[in-house]
């Protein structure tokens, strides 16, 4: 789940320790929401869901496009053969998400694993490396507008089928499963290609530049600041909650479709346009924050950037832990030590050895895949 180079393995530039910073608190924030309750005892909603809730998730597919840039081309987009060699490690490293998803889909968890919805968003992302970052950003807000609208319209034309977890048996119904994870599930990607795009256009941005993470920290402010009280007008004042009532406090991808009032919506999970624009805010907020205390204070984020750059490796140590079922009666002390011991390993790991290990086997897997095409040799004419 992290891109990263010999130099960010070993401490660095400060860009990419940023980079690791934030996906770091992603990491943390997804294990907020898997483990303590989202709902205090009086029944209000707790304090570490209105933070993370829906936002770390959506932190984590803003990074992935932000990986795909500093992989492929940084601030230059592919074209031609570059992009091909790309694109065909991304499919394999997609694949083996995929996999290591479904897998995790088997257990028990009580965790809705996004590593099959984030192997299809790397394989469609794939298809954007040649966007420069003007029409990457463009598309985005396209993207955050359109898509929840089509959504919204391809939704109310049938029934709609529960949010699974996918797993193998997933594979038995495949048009079942694509439907699920494009559209209706926990994670639609459909709609979040708005991330991917707005990560793409992070990540071929001058990354070292001052001005770039003054300006991606103000931006992410002025658009999860400005959705939420654009949410607050059109639910109050304009009337939307005494059509559809209050809105849940969580939804699972999508919001009803029995009015288009519900596109107002501003809540973790609903996939609204303002949804999507107050989670990208947020997510590029904490991405510009990062770099900056990268920049300005770099010891204060490096020992997070041990974990942020092995988050696969971690993250599916997480719920294999969550699936054993130890430690579920206090669940305070075990969201501490899972991120403790997250923070911990990562940083010895990074220390003594590097890369994490499914990092390792991802990094190979998209090396044998690119190899396929770096190694094609044209046939000659006449």
């Known amino acids: 789940m992290a891109e990263t180079t010999a130099s960010a393995r070993k401490g660095g530039k400060g860009r990419l320790i940023g980079i690791d910073g934030a996906r770091a608190l992603a990491l943390i924030g997804m294990m907020s929401v898997h483990i303590l309750p989202s709902q205090t005892a009086d029944g209000t909603t707790s304090w570490h869901y209105l933070i993370a809730g829906g936002r770390s998730s959506a932190l984590f597919a803003v990074l992935a496009g932000v990986g795909l840039a500093l992989a492929n081309g940084r601030e230059i987009p592919l074209r031609g053969r570059a992009w091909q060699v790309g694109a065909t490690g991304i499919w394999g490293r997609a694949l083996l998400l995929g996999a290591i998803g479904l897998f995790l889909g088997e257990l028990s968890s009580g965790v809705a694993v996004i590593l099959v919805h984030y192997a299809l968003l790397f394989a469609i992302g794939a298809a954007f490396l040649g966007l420069s970052r ?13 898509a929840p ?10 029934p709609q089928p529960g949010a699974q977890v996918p797993n193998f048996a997933s594979l038995l119904d495949p048009v079942t499963m694509f439907g699920d994870l494009f559209l209706t599930g926990y994670y639609p990607v459909f709609t979040w290609i708005t991330y991917l795009l707005a990560g793409l256009a992070v990540g071929r941005s001058d990354l070292q530049a001052s001005r770039t993470r003054r300006g991606l920290t103000g931006l992410g402010i002025v658009l999860a600041v400005g959705s939420w009280l654009v949410s607050a007008l059109l639910m109050g004042p304009l009337g939307g909650e005494a059509v559809i009532g209050p809105p849940a406090v969580h939804y699972v991808g999508t919001t009803p479709t029995n009015s288009w009032w519900q596109l107002a919506v501003q809540a973790p999970h609903s996939g609204t346009p303002i949804d999507l624009v107050h989670t990208t805010g947020t997510a590029i907020a904490v991405i510009g924050f990062c770099l900056i205390v990268a920049w ?27 699936a054993s079922e130890l430690g579920l009666d206090n669940r305070p002390a075990l969201y501490l030590w899972h991120v403790s011991t997250a923070v911990l390993i990562g940083a010895l790991w990074r220390y003594w050895v590097g890369r994490g290990p499914l990092e390792t086997l991802s990094a190979n897997v998209s090396a044998m895949f690119r190899r396929t095409v770096e190694g094609a040799v044209s046939p000659r004419a006449g």
């Open 134 to 146: 003007t029409w990457l950003i463009r598309l985005a807000v396209m993207w955050a507008i359109a």
């Open 149 to 158: 609208l089509l959504s919204h319209v391809l939704r109310s034309l049938g």
């Open 296 to 322: 300005a204070a770099k010891p204060a984020i490096a020992w997070l950037a041990g974990a942020g750059g092995m988050t696969l490796s971690l993250y599916t140590g997480h719920v294999l832990a969550l």
